[in-house]
């Protein structure tokens, strides 16, 4: 790069900054550990819980609050999955399906075989990295836009999925999961495991994300594959993990879906879940068009989206209005973010 | 290879190589390069092997020009939803409409009120449909080409609030008084004039709604300077701003032609079901996801820019006989889960051949 420069002294001049820039403080690489999308979305949620506390006194007690976080805690799992696909650029409009066929292959081990917990766990796991793999290696190998690939999976994966259900819904599914419920069994020192689990996965993806270099890589495709892949990242294999995290991921979160039904697993199981995690992770900040994003914020806006549903019934209001609010939030989420960006930009 | 193509409704072919092409080589190329012959060929070959199959007695009914005429109901809000998501597809940066199938139930609703509850005039009906499935169109480009959303965040968003709306306005409701149940009679099939007897009788909604769509879209896309500065803002945004293209405003126009579109379905999906259901077309996966389906298998490239009103046309053919020929094959809800298969797979297939005709033809048409 300095021989460049110095080959052609004339041709523009950024090399003082540079040199200023490393004299004065080390260059700063990592973008802050909490980012202003996330101070907002605190900021809102904090509003919303205070006026939900003063309208509905129940809000506030462990009745409450611990049902939203075992809610939250499916959506807010495959969201940091989610949150790596879109950072390295993609989507996965498949995840909905795919929970659909692990919580059924799951469901009807559990009670033709049943299945004791760790083995019943680590069965929807690996069917969920199954269907993970399959999208990761169409998408990376394949080299066809994230979205029209996982359309086609999507159908793919329902049709399984019915078909395993086979015309009739499971029943008497035994209470194996309620480790991962809303139930007493559910929770230890009042956190419910569900959630628990989910705050340390995500943890983990935080930090693999944000401070080894595999985990920087994915930002690195995001911003520019063919860079990336000129810098030395291995593309393919990078796109084909994010899939395959997120398919494994799909698997837990199955389990939790199934601890909070009810003994009956019926067809409807996971419709609209892929709308609901793009919906979290875009609300949390993570930039649709790649290369931007945290698994932090992921987690808030799984929060944010739990919170108006949650919010709305126990004000009593028609349940179906908190599509709408998931929606406006969306719009204000993103639009404070457009706003920001455009302000970085004009700096 | 060669530079992109702008217009790909009316520029040439491209010249194939030497002459001394054989003929093998050339099919091949005609095949994967130009979608249109391939969809066509598909067709042909569905066609065939559902005849050959109801010859031999494979199904539980005949498969034949009557039950293919019949079928073509189908057609009607796959094909209008699927012109829709070509006109947003094609302006580009990654345009994409998930709101479809909410603005279908919305409006639905409105045509209900309209229709059904006000007693309005059935065109004075239609028209406001129309008009309101254009507003919320319009929400959608606003959103997008004005304010800078990505289209697919500004369209999941107002999804979520379009298909809120439908299912609040009416408290849960469906609207199916007797005026709206009478509409049934739009589904109806018909004969055609002079040379009907011959021909196995069509779904009265094929020239009420989807003909005269995909005319007007084909002129717009075709015929028309906006056609011109759709292609050219979907192929390059930035030249486009610098050739003098009022770039926001035409991709605002896309998205409230596709609102528009999508008031029409609206009105053919209550006539279907005699009935305006809150969850018409949002039940199940949506009507969203199989527009866009048809959009892709027939050769829209979802990165902006290349797409024809008669790809659309000849991938909704090869969906609808398909599914109509799977209906057939299978017992009872087996065929309606093949044909999520069928769906699957066929779009799958066709995404992978655009990438296979990118890489060895330098794109396709």
């Known amino acids: 790069m300095s021989t460049t420069l110095g080959q052609r002294p004339g041709a523009g001049s950024p090399a003082p900054e540079p040199r200023k820039a490393l004299g004065q403080s080390r260059i700063r690489v990592l973008p802050s550990a909490i980012s202003g999308q996330e101070f907002v979305l605190l900021g809102v949620i904090a509003v919303l819980w205070v006026i939900l506390a003063f309208a509905t006194p129940a809000f506030f007690t462990a009745g409450s609050i611990q049902p939203l976080l075992v809610a939250m805690a499916p959506i807010a799992l495959v969201g940091v999955g989610m949150t790596i696909i879109i950072i390295t650029g993609g989507i996965d409009v498949s995840v909905g399906a795919a929970i659909m066929v692990c919580s059924v292959v799951t469901a009807k081990l559990l009670v033709d075989q049943g299945l004791v917990l760790p083995l019943a766990v680590l069965v929807s796991v690996l069917v969920g990295g199954a269907l993970g793999l ?214 | 290879m060669s530079a992109p193509v702008i217009d790909p409704a009316t520029a040439p072919a491209p010249k194939s190589g030497p002459a001394a092409e054989s003929l093998v080589s050339r099919v091949v190329r005609a095949l994967l390069t130009q979608r249109i012959v391939l969809l066509a060929v598909l067709i042909v070959v569905v066609v065939t092997v559902f005849f050959v199959m109801d010859a031999n007695d494979y199904l539980t009914a005949p498969y034949d020009t009557d039950y293919m005429a019949s079928s073509l109901i189908n057609a009607v809000p796959l094909a209008m939803l699927g012109l829709a998501e070509l006109l947003v597809i094609l302006s580009g940066r990654g345009g994409i409409d998930l709101s479809v199938g909410a603005i279908v139930s919305l409006a639905g609703m409105i045509f209900g009120f309209a229709y059904g509850q006000w007693d309005w005039p059935l065109w004075a009906a239609i028209i406001a449909t129309a008009v309101f499935g254009g507003l919320c169109g319009a929400l959608n480009g606003f959103l997008v080409a004005y304010i800078g959303f990505p289209a697919l965040i500004a369209t999941l968003a107002t999804y979520y609030a379009f298909k809120s709306l439908a299912i609040v306005i009416n408290s849960q409701r469906p609207i199916s008084t007797k005026p709206i149940q009478d509409l049934f009679s739009i589904t109806r099939t018909v004969e055609l004039p002079v040379v009907g007897s011959n021909l196995p009788d069509v779904p009265l909604g094929i020239f009420t709604f989807l003909i005269p769509t995909a005319i007007v879209v084909w002129v717009l896309l075709a015929r028309t300077s906006y056609g011109r500065r ?88 090869l969906i609808v006989w398909l599914n109509a020929g799977i209906l057939l094959a299978f017992v009872g809800n087996e065929g309606s889960q093949y044909q999520l298969l069928a769906l699957g797979t066929v779009l799958i297939f066709a995404a992978l051949l655009n990438g296979i005709t990118n890489r060895r033809y330098g794109g396709s048409r």
């Open chain 1, 134 to 347: 399959i999208n990761g290696l169409l998408i990376a190998y394949g080299r066809v836009h994230a979205i029209i690939i996982t359309f086609g999976t999507a159908n793919i994966f329902l049709f399984l999925g019915l078909q395993i259900f086979g015309s009739s819904t499971v029943n008497n599914i035994p209470q194996t999961f309620d480790v991962f419920g809303r139930g007493v069994a559910g929770r230890t020192f009042g956190i419910p495991h569900a959630f628990l689990i989910t705050v340390i996965i995500a943890a983990i993806a935080w930090w693999y994300l944000r401070h080894t270099a595999g985990g920087r890589h994915f930002y690195a495709i995001g911003g520019d594959a063919h860079a990336a892949r000129l810098a030395g990242v291995r593309v393919q294999r990078r796109i084909l993990l994010a899939y395959l995290i997120t398919g494994l991921l799909v698997g837990l979160a199955s389990c939790f879906v199934i601890a909070q039904g009810t003994s009956t697993l019926d067809q409807s199981v996971g419709t609209g879940k892929e709308l609901a995690v793009i919906a979290a992770v875009v609300i949390g900040g993570t930039s649709i068009m790649g290369g931007r994003g945290s698994v932090l914020g992921t987690l808030l806006g799984a929060l944010l989206v739990q919170t108006v549903t949650s919010g709305v019934t126990q004000l009593g209001w028609n349940s179906q209005l908190s599509d709408l609010f998931v929606g406006i939030f969306i719009i204000v989420a993103v639009g404070a973010d457009l706003i920001r960006e455009r302000a970085r930009r004009a700096k």
């Open chain 2, 230 to 317: 759709l292609y050219a803002i979907g192929t390059n945004d930035t030249a486009s701003k610098w050739a003098g293209i009022p770039v926001r405003d035409t991709r605002f126009k896309a998205y409230v032609y596709a609102g528009v579109i999508s008031g029409l379905v609206a009105v053919v999906t209550v006539a279907q079901f005699a009935s305006a259901r809150p969850d018409a077309g949002v039940s199940g996966s949506g009507m969203a996801l199989p527009a866009i389906t048809i959009a892709v298998l027939g050769g829209v490239a979802i990165t902006g820019g290349i797409g024809r009103v008669a790809g659309v046309i000849l991938a909704t053919l």
